[in-house]
């Protein structure tokens, strides 16, 4: 009876584990179905997802310029200060020689900018490209390209929009931090403006020796710095000269107008270039409303053979700080040292680079910036990124010239 008892109870047992048997492997093919083509189908969705929207953040790095300039709390913008700095822009007092003035080489003829490789400054003669030295001349060429002044005020702008007025990095180099301490540079510069007859540490005494013996300056700066006991001073040429180059700003381009909601400013093969711009990976540096991460970047850029030494830019590692391509319309030729006469030749000279050639004889393809390797630039983009480019151009600015300076000198220099 017993054994009887446990034949029925092994019976029942065997039964129940088969039943269990059963139900476990249905559980499982089941799970295996759901998991293996639709997990996979999910999977790759989910990763074009993500794709999708990681072209989407790419595309969102750029903005549309503001309305409005930020400025450093010690120098508010006036109409007195504006002005003065305008007429200070144009006058070649300002050089060690008198004949060279910051309108020189930006001109708002030339959006602010030069059309030459290489500015000539001081003992120097005519305008823009036509422009070349006095004979006998032992002033050796402005070592790099003269960039424009136009939307200078936004320097250091990320993509955030947000920027700061007071250490906003200036020139090729990042010499110089925001507009005021800028516009005292080129007077300290022997080859720009100083000139051979005074030291660095004599001409921005002897400029403001001369604007103190000008009448109408004194007036001028007593009108743009009310209450100061000594108006004329270096601190306040300064901020006359910033005060003004802030009012020069180009924020309603075609593509500025495109990203406020106007669907026709830019044409299609201009969408189509701004995502292949993007795409290439250009927008890794050109980023930002004003097109520029503002950061030093080691490309091996040929060397301009005007120039008897190699420029070595920042820290002396041959790294030059990226460049707005607003207006690029008015830049030109390009590059720090002006060595590519078009847009195209810059182009080309990225995807040489990107393919690992090397352009400068001092500067190897492994010292190149890593996000060069992230660039993916061929021939059939270049024709849509330029179309492109020439939506940033805008060609509504101050070009107001005052036809006569306080100091009675030729207003822009010697420029004839």
Not at 56 to 75: E, G, M, Q, R, Y
Not at 92 to 119: F, I, M, Q, W
Request: proline share 6%; hydrophobic share 35%; with cysteine.
């Amino acid at each position: 009876m017993f054994m009887l008892g446990f034949r029925c109870l092994l019976s029942d047992k065997s039964m129940i584990a088969k039943t269990w048997f059963l139900i476990v492997c249905f559980a499982l093919t089941t799970l295996f179905y759901q998991c293996s083509p639709k997990k996979e189908t999910e999977v790759k969705s989910a990763n074009e997802n993500s794709s999708r929207e990681a072209t989407i953040d790419k595309l969102s790095i750029h903005h549309a310029l503001p309305n409005d300039v930020k400025v450093p709390a010690d120098n508010p913008q006036t109409p007195e200060k504006i002005e003065l700095g305008r007429l200070l822009f144009y006058d070649p007092v300002l050089s060690g020689n008198k004949d060279v003035a910051c309108a020189t080489c930006h001109h708002p003829s030339n959006g602010y900018a030069e059309y030459r490789d290489l500015s000539i400054g001081v003992n120097g003669r005519g305008f823009g490209s036509s422009r070349e030295f006095n004979k006998p001349n032992d002033i050796p060429f402005v070592k790099r390209n003269a960039q424009t002044i136009l939307n200078s005020a936004f320097n250091g702008m990320d993509i955030y929009n947000d920027y700061d007025p007071e250490n906003a990095p200036m020139f090729w180099d990042v010499r110089s931090k925001s507009l005021e301490s800028q516009s005292l540079e080129p007077l300290l510069a022997m080859e720009e403006m100083r000139g051979k007859r005074f030291t660095k540490e004599e001409i921005l005494a002897e400029v403001t020796r001369r604007l103190i013996n000008i009448p109408e300056y004194v007036s001028l700066f007593e009108e743009a710095f009310i209450n100061e006991q000594e108006p004329i001073n270096t601190e306040n040429l300064a901020k006359s000269m910033a005060a003004f180059e802030r009012t020069l700003i180009t924020n309603n381009s075609r593509f500025d107008q495109y990203l406020k909601g106007d669907s026709e400013a830019i044409s299609l093969s201009e969408k189509e270039g701004f995502k292949v711009f993007n795409e290439a990976g250009c927008g890794n540096c050109h980023n930002g409303a004003m097109f520029s991460d503002f950061k030093p970047h080691v490309l091996g850029v040929p060397t301009n053979p005007k120039l008897s030494t190699f420029d070595k830019g920042i820290g002396e590692e041959y790294g030059f700080r990226t460049a707005s391509l607003r207006n690029l319309r008015f830049t030109a030729p390009y590059m720090h040292n002006g060595q590519f006469n078009t847009l195209k030749e810059v182009l080309e000279f990225y995807e040489d680079i990107a393919g690992g050639k090397e352009k400068h004889p001092e500067v190897k393809k492994d010292q190149y910036d890593p996000l060069i390797n992230d660039l993916r630039l061929s021939v059939k983009d270049m024709g849509p990124i330029l179309s492109f480019l020439n939506s940033l151009s805008d060609e509504d600015f101050d070009k107001k010239v005052p036809h006569r300076v306080p100091s009675g000198l030729p207003v822009g220099g010697n420029l004839k």
